[in-house]
């Protein structure tokens, strides 16, 4: 299996997973000047030695790598893949890294869950700690700058900053009944959660915000046909685009395939822009030089994205104004 994917300063890395004992894993850097030139060959190999995890981390302009066979850790230079230092951690059931440190869970021990926080500079260990519930299962635990975000079961949704270890419980466990979705907004140091059909913004003082108005959303997120490609956030956070369910829907037919376009601030939660069957708007597909019905052009949406250089379209991709929404066979159950 082959993933490619591009990263930083115009590089293509290449990543081939072969079928070995350990499912090692090969990587080669290649250039998209080489790949434009159909010489996949032209690249180098990374990370010599079997690697069982490798991350490429564009914040920090970083690697780590994992050994599987010795547990060793390496972190090596983005830029020009010059090794760093290593570090050895057995038991480690999650990384997450985000600007200068890295974030180690462990697996569960009798009475906790160990979670070290590590300088991605250097190595060293900059905070230890263990503060869950030990008897509850873990739901999820997502990091956000300096904050954590930690949800078990049956337990308030909790807030950890990672500086200061100060722990904000945010409200009644009934708030975030599962499914949830988490959307991280570092930007705007918000977070966003999807449950069922809603959205709602929230702070990292554990305070609602505000709930998205006139923005819900096209299927449930415990539904067959739930993406979470139907949300797109504009590159600011300022504005969240839904594939949402027309206000004109007959709310009992659940597989209409028709919904809408809603544009709302996220701050404010007003809707501020709707693209429905109702509204007398066209799509205009440039390449064929016709006009597509919007009732057409809102069935079976499986992407949304924004962007506003740009007014153009095919026959696969349809925009409307500024929005541009990829369309493919209608679902069905």
Known sequence: ??????????????????????????????SIEYTRRAKPDAGFDLFQSDSFVVKFDDVNVKVLTYSAQDSMFKVFDLKNYTFLYSFSFSNVQRINISSGIMLFIFQRRSDHIPIKIISIEDGLVLKEFSYLHWNKEVDFIVQCNEKLLVKQDNVNLQILDLQSSKLTPVVSRTEFMKPTIFILLYKKELFLTLINRTISVWNFRGELVTSLEDHLLRHPLWHAHFNLNHNYITS????????????????????????????????????????????????????????????????????????????????????TDMVLFMSGPTPTN
């Open 1 to 30: 299996m082959e993933l490619a994917m591009v990263n930083y300063r115009g590089k293509l890395r290449q990543l081939t997973a072969e079928e070995t004992s350990n499912l090692s894993w090969k990587y080669r850097s290649t």
């Open 236 to 319: 600011d956070q300022n504005l969240i685009i839904s594939y949402c369910r027309d206000d004109s829907e007959d709310q009992s037919k659940e597989t209409n395939a028709v919904g809408s376009i809603n544009v709302s601030s996220i701050l404010s939660g007003k809707c501020v822009a709707k693209i429905n069957a109702a509204k007398a708007l066209e799509c205009i597909d440039s390449s064929q030089i016709m006009s597509v019905p919007v009732p057409e052009a809102l069935e079976g949406i499986t992407t949304l994205y924004y962007e506003f250089m740009m007014k153009t379209g095919t026959r696969f991709i349809r925009v």
